[in-house]
């Protein structure tokens, strides 16, 4: 297969309510479509969106890396190998400089042509998948006086697991609000806590031993300081996940943390598809399980994501794929939407590969 043309999309969508990611504060996601074209007109679309206070990479600084990339791989050869995700990508990407998210976009628009060449969805072409459907945890971020109201409605829709964000409060709170959460799931539904590196080894122990009794399949992130995960966890007994720390911790490291529970994989930050095979494959070895999850991308990340997740990870576990119901609309034309708590593999490939024309605008190379 032979690129013919890569046209660049920008959109800009209202968020439901303004999204904290730590320094920055947003009212609207925005982020750049990938059009990739081959000679007899196959289409693939990727997507190319860091979000502000959370990747390293701005919004202008992946338009000009794509500007500089595009015409050094347009009439290339893109061999069909690069579905097997074993370093074909870092191959056809060798001579080239580009951030996490970028390569991210190349590779998702790069694996969606081949879907279209083969007309076969992207999970078939990737392997065997281990489920038909996708579970994803609900997500809790709102303040203590709409919890009630968030928690009964992510039951009501059949989620299985839940996601509470803590270290945004008083440790008291923060405890009081665990256990709340708890008492109004009941106690067989999963209950993951995620504190963006919040707090203090004391902090976090202290929250840690309040809570232990709860019930919590893991805390993500726990403390700000990688090396205080062991006493962390010994202190506490609470297991922990990795998710930014990724970038920190050398792969090989990863059997030596005791403790990790879980690895949660974000592809635009760790700088691909390819790379997150690398460190599905390596969890499993390790007895960690792998959670995908992403950046507050639109419903097309997502589809794929889904489709991946369904060949590559445990079938039982959750991923993050919730973050949609913060946005007021999808720039899919069947929006991307979760029923009872998971989605269907059908469903994704139903929803990925159309893109309403009328949210996304051309952005020029001058």
């Given amino acids: ?42 289409t693939g679309l990727g997507e190319v969106a860091p979000l502000p206070g959370f990747h390293r990479e701005s919004k202008e600084t992946v338009t000009t890396e794509l500007h500089t990339i595009i015409p050094l791989i347009l009439e ?15 191959s056809l990407f060798r ?41 994803i945890n609900g997500l809790i971020t709102v303040s203590p006086e709409h919890l009630n109201t968030e928690v009964s409605k992510l039951m009501e829709e ?27 799931i009941g106690p067989h539904l999963k209950l993951r806590l995620d504190a963006n590196r919040a707090w203090s080894l004391t902090q976090a122990v202290k929250f840690g031993n309040a809570v ?5 399949e893991y805390i993500e992130e726990p403390v ?18 990795l998710d930014e720390s990724l970038s920190y911790v050398p792969q090989k490291d990863l059997k030596t943390l005791d ?10 930050f760790l700088g691909g598809l390819e790379k997150t095979v690398r460190f599905c494959q390596l969890a499993k070895s390790y007895n960690i399980f792998p959670v995908l999850s992403c950046a507050f991308y639109s419903g097309l990340t997502l589809s794929a994501l889904g489709q991946f997740a369904a060949v590559y990870t445990d079938p039982r576990t959750a991923h993050g794929l919730d973050t949609y119901k913060w946005f007021s609309e999808d720039i899919l034309e069947i929006p991307f939407k979760a029923e009872n708590g ?25």
């Fill in 224 to 241: 700000d300081d990688l090396n205080a995960l062991h006493t962390f966890y010994h202190e506490t007994g609470l297991h922990y996940a």
């Fill in 158 to 184: 059949g989620y299985q697991t839940i996601k509470l964000k803590v270290g945004q409060q008083e440790i008291e709170n923060e405890i009081e609000t665990v256990r709340s959460v708890r008492e109004m």
């Fill in 212 to 216: 232990r009794s709860v019930g919590i």
């Fill in 259 to 268: 403790g990790l529970r879980a690895i949660i994989l974000k592809p635009s």
């Fill in 95 to 135: 001579d080239f400089s580009m951030s996490p998210s970028t390569r991210f976009g190349l590779e998702l628009g790069l694996l969606n042509l081949w879907t279209s060449i083969r007309r076969r969805p992207l999970y078939a072409l990737l392997g065997v998948p281990q489920t038909k459907s996708i579970y």
């Fill in 342 to 366: 998971q989605i269907n593999l059908d469903t994704l490939v139903k929803m990925g590969d159309r893109i309403r024309e009328d949210i996304i605008k051309p952005i020029s190379d001058d």
């Fill in 1 to 42: 297969m032979i690129i013919s043309t890569i046209d660049l999309f920008q959109y800009k969508i209202l968020l439901k309510s303004l999204l904290r990611v730590k320094d920055q504060i947003l009212q609207y996601r925005q982020g750049i479509i990938l059009r990739i074209c081959d000679q007899q007109g196959n």
């Fill in 76 to 90: 290339k050869e893109i061999p069909e190998s690069i579905l097997t995700l074993n370093g074909n990508f870092d």
